[in-house]
């Protein structure tokens, strides 16, 4: 599938090349400075643009950049923005975007397909591709043999998709001319909102360990998605700019309009985009976001970080779902009902915006939490045969009593033969991003069902260690 959002790492400048250490490649936007500059003043520039540099470019659509993380082992791994036309909006009018990370080394690139002229809702829209990306794999210059990447396998990838944490949020007093502005319920860690398209850039790049946390409960350093770029799956990370726990679509489950003033929250519709994109090449062609990559979309993945995991319950919810491998649940709300009016009145708020509902509304009433929660899915049989990890901690500061919380879960889950269930024990928020064995772990189990037993110490005895003494021949 192809990149047509634009979006290329082939002209990646090669600061390998240059003689500059791999860690020190500068994330900047994708430019042939050979056809702009002498080759002598490339390393000169290029040593200006050292780390740090590229959060202040940031957000912008960059073309490829390299997927670099202190956690990740391949030197391969790059990192692509798509933004699809026509676009899904973001609350302050920006075009929502996801992201792309994947092993050059392992995954092979593909060839575009030629878009028809069948009328299709991009052909209307008049607007030309991101100027500045095009399509992964297109090299106008070969690479020198010192500099190319291993050859990829013939074989097409699996691929996971990343829900990304932290996606709840609402304005406290919105008004007509500023419906997202104001005091937030849980504004970033710089007090901006997280309904923005710039917000929702941040976190990605944050998950994705190439950017500062904007969540000070968490710990995102990146080990998950290095673990699965070094395992050879590609990554897919939508840019939730909603606040709305992954949950709304305007058609089937439309947030309270009246409470938001208006803004449609679409981060269901956002997560089931891609979904689409890999199993639907028309409808990928059609918004402008064909992923020209050898991916297997039978051999899916999904991941919950925090929030991301109701974004997971949603998604295995449909009957239109297809088929999925593994699922990761990291440190999930298992049931929004231990959200109640009377201990938590913040949250309770939020999940009327979010769930549309009003106990004084007759039509509108409170939704039945049990068909919302995780042990609906395994009543369901949804988990049945999908290698399910389940991370979790009795401390988790974010999760309503965590201590019992996921006892009602656990209970349904261990039921079932393919299931890991791991309490961390860690006073924190999503736990396998920022450990990379525990990362490690977690793909090696999405992938095969099995876990590597834990190392046993051999029982020491003083008569087995005498005789091994004696037998030495001394």
């Known amino acids: 599938m192809s990149g047509r959002a634009g979006l290329r790492h082939a002209c990646l400048l090669r600061f390998g090349s240059l003689g500059l250490p791999l860690s020190s490649r500068p ?41 670099d993380n202190p956690h990740v082992r391949t030197q391969s791994g790059v990192v692509l923005t798509f933004e699809p036309t026509p676009a899904l909006p973001c609350p302050d009018g920006e075009p929502a975007r996801f992201y792309v990370v994947y092993n050059e080394s392992k995954t092979q690139t593909t060839e575009p397909t030629q878009e028809s002229d069948s009328g299709s809702d991009s052909a209307d829209t008049g607007e030309a591709p991101l100027a500045d990306t ?45 419906p ?3 005091e937030h319920f849980r504004p970033g860690i710089d007090g901006k909102t997280r309904m923005s398209r710039d917000w929702s850039i941040q976190k990605v790049w944050a998950t994705l360990g190439l950017g500062d946390s904007v969540d000070s409960t968490e710990v995102n350093e990146g080990a998950l998605p290095a673990a699965l770029v070094d395992e050879g799956i590609v990554g897919i990370l939508p840019a939730n700019c909603w606040g ?12 309270d309009l009246v409470a938001d003033l208006g803004v449609n929250r679409t981060g269901h519709t956002f997560a089931w985009w891609m979904v689409r994109i890999l199993n639907d090449l028309e409808f990928a062609l059609s918004h402008n976001a064909e992923i ?21 319950v949603d998604l295995l919810k449909r009957d239109d779902m297809p088929a999925v491998r593994g699922v990761l649940l990291d440190a999930p709300i298992a049931d929004l009902e231990h959200w109640s009016k009377a201990d938590f009145p913040g949250e309770y708020a939020g999940l009327k915006r979010i769930y549309n509902f009003d106990e004084e509304d007759s039509e509108r009433q409170v939704p039945n939490w049990w068909t919302h929660s995780i042990r609906s899915l395994v009543s369901a049989g949804a988990l049945t045969g999908v290698h399910t990890a389940l991370l979790y901690s009795d401390a988790d500061p974010r999760v309503p009593y965590p201590d019992s919380h996921y006892a009602p879960l656990i209970a349904s889950l261990s039921s079932q033969s393919t299931t890991w269930i791991e309490n961390v024990g860690e006073s924190s928020h999503v736990f396998s991003n920022a450990n990379p064995d525990r990362a490690q772990k977690v793909v090696e ?12 110490e051999e029982p020491d005895t003083g008569d087995a260690s005498e005789g091994d003494t004696d037998s030495s021949g001394d």
């Open 134 to 178: 095009a399509s992964p794999g297109e090299e106008e210059e070969e690479e020198t043999e010192e500099s190319a990447p291993a050859e990829p396998s013939q074989e097409p990838s699996p691929v996971a998709l990343i829900l990304h944490s932290s996606a709840f949020d609402y304005a406290l007093d919105p008004t007509p001319d500023a």
């Open 292 to 312: 020209n990559l050898n991916i297997d979309p039978s051999e899916l993945y999904l991941v919950g970080l925090g929030d991301g995991a109701r974004g997971v």
């Open 445 to 456: 189990f999405l992938r095969t069902g099995l876990l590597e037993p834990e190392p046993t």
């Open 180 to 182: 997202i502005g104001g």
């Open 27 to 67: 994330l900047i936007p994708c430019i042939r400075l050979e056809n702009l500059l002498p080759r002598s003043l490339i390393p000169v520039l290029a040593l200006s643009l050292l780390p740090g540099c590229w959060r202040d470019l940031e957000p912008t659509v960059t073309a490829g950049v390299p997927f």
């Open 244 to 255: 709305d726990l992954w949950h709304n679509d305007p058609e089937t489950a439309p947030n």
